[in-house]
């Protein structure tokens, strides 16, 4: 196996490597590698082509379409010329194709590369760039594709009266009869379509807020008072979901 070496004004380092890895909990989890198993098949690439590990970032819980991601970034930060960038796959690094091509780049710009245990296409010629970006583009329709039939699911259960997390949604209260699933609660309810008939007659959010905080009792609220924070998110989880 070929040994990769990075040249800065001259010289010749030897490659070294950062090993970075990402889980996200999903249902089929049991078919996803988790951080501990990434870090084993990471660290075993890096055994057969001699590349002394100097660090390991992780960020377990985060997806890959998040950039708020401090192991990746700190990963990122440790990059230096000769050094190498490890992951299992590429969807560990990104399920987006512009959030992808920031990390390569960055790479690239501290004189170091990223390479990936399983799917490894660590050139820089316009064929391999391509050929990441087509990987990087299936990961990110995956990614929606799940989400979308997840959100579905669940809107279905709630529409069955299933109880879906910890707190129903506005609206919505537990079934006194069963922890299992949810019933409307009727003032809630009415609050809901309250302000959607305002929001119809091109009431703000402000002035719905107002209007609901003069009548408590009529309008609860699950708070100390309505905000137009609320109100917005009420709206679009009815724009986004419907009436569950």
């Given amino acids: 196996m070929a040994r990769y070496k990075f040249k800065k004004k001259g010289e010749i380092t030897e490659p070294r490597a950062i090993i970075y890895t990402r889980f996200s909990p999903r249902p089929d989890e049991e078919k996803s590698e988790s951080c501990e198993t990434q870090k084993a098949l990471c660290e075993e690439y890096c055994r057969k082509r001699n590349y002394p590990v100097i660090g390991y970032h992780?960020?377990?819980?985060?997806?890959?379409?998040?950039?708020?991601?401090?192991?990746?970034?700190?990963?990122?930060?440790?990059?230096?010329?000769?050094?190498?960038?490890?992951?299992?796959?590429?969807?560990?690094?990104a399920r987006?194709?512009?959030?992808?091509?920031?990390?390569?780049?960055?790479?690239?710009?501290?004189?170091?590369?990223?390479?990936v245990v399983n799917g490894n296409v660590y050139s820089d010629k316009p064929e391999d760039v391509m050929l990441r970006q087509i990987v990087a583009s299936f990961n990110e329709y995956d990614r929606k594709v799940t989400a979308a039939r997840i959100r579905h699911a669940m809107i279905q259960h709630m529409k069955n009266g299933r109880k879906i997390g910890g707190t129903p949604p506005?609206?919505?209260?537990?079934?006194?009869?069963?922890?299992?699933?949810?019933?409307?609660?009727?003032?809630?309810?009415?609050?809901?379509?309250?302000?959607?008939?305002?929001?119809?007659?091109?009431?703000?959010?402000?002035r719905t807020s107002i209007w609901l905080n003069k009548d408590p009792d009529r309008w609860p609220c699950r708070g100390k008072r309505w905000t137009n924070v609320q109100i917005g998110r009420i709206l679009a989880r009815e724009r986004k979901y419907g009436n569950l």
Avoid: M, T
């Fill in 170 to 206: 506005y609206g919505w209260q537990p079934d006194p009869n069963d922890d299992s699933k949810v019933i409307p609660h009727e003032k809630e309810q009415d609050a809901v379509d309250q302000i959607k008939v305002w929001h119809a007659e091109g009431v703000s959010c402000r």
């Fill in 58 to 93: 992780e960020d377990p819980i985060k997806s890959g379409n998040d950039e708020d991601r401090p192991g990746l970034w700190a990963a990122i930060d440790q990059l230096a010329p000769g050094v190498v960038l490890v992951a299992w796959r590429y969807d560990r690094l």
């Fill in 96 to 115: 987006s194709v512009y959030l992808q091509e920031i990390i390569f780049r960055a790479a690239k710009n501290a004189e170091s590369r990223v390479e």
